[in-house]
């Protein structure tokens, strides 16, 4: 029986290639005159700033390229002093999940007072934000269609999350062919990102009949698609089909959160620096093989749309036939298994534990989840040899 749901996209969505070619016309319609343009140094390289900047003649415009992977309290600060020497009546962000973030930040922090530190939570803020362009460059975040924004506090190795339907971009030009320059072993973090968003959100507690229809497609498409992208990254059938996975788990977990995986990965990112793709795909089985005793039936969903064959088995046999869907998955595009190569220990497994518990995205859990569970969870995950705290 279909529950009572609620389903929200506040984002006008252009998808397709070319997308990107729709800026002017934004641009113009709009009547903004001075633009800042969000991104980082990896995709200055690549040219496509450059293609972006020649659609804005006669447009005043700064850039600022500074964007870490993690970002960080001061890329906010820093973006928004550049925003205020231009004088930006839009922020134009073309960039990964990492410079879309710093851009939602930014335009809360152009019509709110203070630092990003001070609004940690959902609707913390007063004003309405300075309206955003958001052009994806990897297919993974889906930090485009977005309420939330993620940022590390460096001060104290912490993640926190900012979220509000207002923080979503105005418009998303989201274009497959802006990914064909993502290196693989970048496709293949983003990518699994992409799956855990859509794996997350299909058990969320949350999820509701339109975001479970969003979550299976995403499934279906990035299960078939990753390999491919990975491995001929100028497949544009692959990089389209990956765009559109990632978009289409992005709506999902939009309305639903996450789970237990993304909460136990941003303290492992904010202390130690893993990328947040890799910390997902390592943390994920464990969370999966945690979760599948309590929605066996969902699990076997996922199995059944990631291709497993599942003819005569148990249901319990079909749910963990998705845990080894997605180990399968991991290892054919080199995600390592555990964290030892990060030299993660266990020295600071009781602060991320404390820091994961706060995460909202426990609450949404399918399976019920104590202190002593995200303990064990860690433990599983960090692998080599295990150094207990002192
Ligand atoms: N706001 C949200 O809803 C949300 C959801 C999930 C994750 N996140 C956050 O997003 C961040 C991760 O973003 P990400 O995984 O997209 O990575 P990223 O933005 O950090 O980019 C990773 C690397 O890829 C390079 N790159 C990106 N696109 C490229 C391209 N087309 N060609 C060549 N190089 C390219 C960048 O230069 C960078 O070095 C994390 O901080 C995470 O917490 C936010
Ligand atoms: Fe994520």
Same mark, same amino acid.
């Given at each position: 029986?279909?529950?009572?749901?609620?389903?929200?996209?506040?984002?006008?969505?252009?998808?397709?290639?070319?997308?990107?070619?729709?800026?002017?016309?934004?641009?113009?319609?709009?009547?903004?005159?001075?633009?800042?343009?969000?991104?980082?140094?990896?995709?200055?390289?690549?040219?496509?700033?450059?293609?972006?900047?020649?659609?804005?003649?006669?447009?005043?415009?700064?850039?600022?390229?500074?964007?870490?992977?993690?970002?960080?309290?001061?890329?906010?600060?820093?973006?928004?002093?550049?925003?205020?020497?231009?004088?930006?009546?839009?922020?134009?962000?073309?960039?990964?999940?990492?410079?879309?973030?710093?851009?939602?930040?930014?335009?809360?922090?152009?019509?709110?007072?203070?630092?990003?530190?001070?609004?940690?939570?959902?609707?913390?803020?007063?004003?309405?934000?300075?309206?955003?362009?958001?052009?994806?460059?990897?297919?993974?975040?889906?930090?485009?269609?977005?309420?939330?924004?993620?940022?590390?506090?460096?001060?104290?190795?912490?993640?926190?999350?900012?979220?509000?339907?207002?923080?979503?971009?105005?418009?998303?030009?989201?274009?497959?062919?802006?990914?064909?320059?993502?290196?693989?072993?970048?496709?293949?973090?983003?990518?699994?990102?992409?799956?855990? @968003?859509?794996?997350?959100?299909?058990?969320?507690?949350?999820?509701?009949?339109?975001?479970?229809?969003?979550?299976?497609?995403?499934?279906?498409?990035?299960?078939?698609?990753?390999?491919?992208?990975?491995?001929?990254?100028?497949?544009?059938?692959?990089?389209?089909?990956?765009?559109?996975?990632?978009?289409?788990?992005?709506?999902?977990?939009?309305?639903?959160?996450?789970?237990?995986? @993304?909460?136990?990965?941003?303290?492992?990112?904010?202390?130690?620096?893993?990328? @947040?793709?890799?910390?997902?795909?390592?943390?994920?089985? @464990?969370?999966?093989?945690?979760?599948?005793?309590?929605?066996?039936?969902?699990?076997?969903?996922?199995?059944?749309?990631?291709?497993?064959?599942?003819?005569?088995?148990?249901?319990?046999?079909?749910?963990?036939?998705?845990?080894?869907?997605?180990?399968?998955?991991?290892?054919?595009?080199?995600?390592?298994?555990?964290?030892?190569?990060?030299?993660?220990?266990?020295?600071?497994?009781?602060?991320?534990?404390?820091?994961?518990?706060?995460?909202?995205?426990?609450?949404?859990?399918?399976?019920?989840?104590?202190?002593?569970?995200?303990?064990?969870?860690?433990?599983?995950?960090?692998?080599?040899?295990?150094?207990?705290?002192?």
């Amino acid at each position: 029986m279909n529950q009572l749901g609620f389903f929200k996209n506040p984002t006008q969505i252009t998808y397709g290639i070319g997308a990107t070619k729709q800026l002017r016309d934004i641009l113009d319609r709009e009547g903004f005159k001075n633009v800042l343009i969000i991104t980082d140094a990896g995709i200055m390289k690549t040219g496509l700033i450059d293609q972006l900047t020649r659609q804005l003649d006669n447009i005043n415009y700064g850039i600022f390229d500074d964007t870490k992977p993690n970002p960080t309290v001061t890329n906010c600060n820093d973006a928004l002093k550049l925003l205020r020497e231009v004088q930006a009546d839009v922020v134009v962000v073309m960039g990964g999940g990492s410079s879309i973030d710093v851009a939602k930040a930014v335009c809360l922090l152009a019509t709110n007072e203070g630092s990003i530190v001070g609004y940690e939570g959902i609707d913390t803020f007063a004003n309405d934000l300075l309206p955003l362009v958001a052009i994806p460059t990897t297919a993974g975040t889906a930090s485009e269609v977005t309420n939330f924004t993620v940022i590390t506090d460096e001060e104290r190795q912490y993640k926190l999350t900012v979220g509000g339907v207002r923080l979503a971009p105005k418009y998303a030009l989201v274009d497959p062919a802006v990914t064909i320059s993502l290196p693989a072993h970048i496709t293949a973090a983003t990518g699994l990102d992409a799956l855990v @968003h859509a794996l997350e959100s299909y058990t969320s507690k949350m999820a509701n009949p339109i975001s479970k229809a969003l979550a299976r497609e995403a499934i279906r498409k990035i299960s078939a698609n990753l390999r491919q992208a990975v491995f001929s990254g100028d497949n544009i059938v692959a990089r389209d089909n990956m765009m559109m996975g990632s978009l289409l788990a992005g709506l999902a977990f939009n309305n639903t959160r996450l789970g237990n995986c @993304h909460a136990l990965s941003h303290p492992v990112s904010a202390i130690y620096g893993v990328p @947040h793709g890799i910390a997902n795909s390592i943390l994920i089985p @464990h969370v999966m093989e945690f979760n599948a005793l309590a929605v066996p039936e969902l699990f076997s969903d996922i199995a059944e749309d990631m291709g497993e064959n599942l003819e005569g088995l148990t249901l319990m046999e079909k749910a963990y036939a998705a845990v080894e869907a997605v180990k399968k998955l991991s290892k054919d595009i080199n995600i390592p298994t555990d964290f030892s190569q990060y030299k993660v220990d266990g020295s600071q497994i009781d602060r991320m534990t404390r820091d994961a518990m706060l995460s909202g995205n426990i609450a949404v859990n399918p399976r019920k989840t104590s202190y002593e569970d995200v303990v064990e969870l860690y433990k599983k995950s960090i692998g080599g040899v295990f150094v207990e705290a002192l």
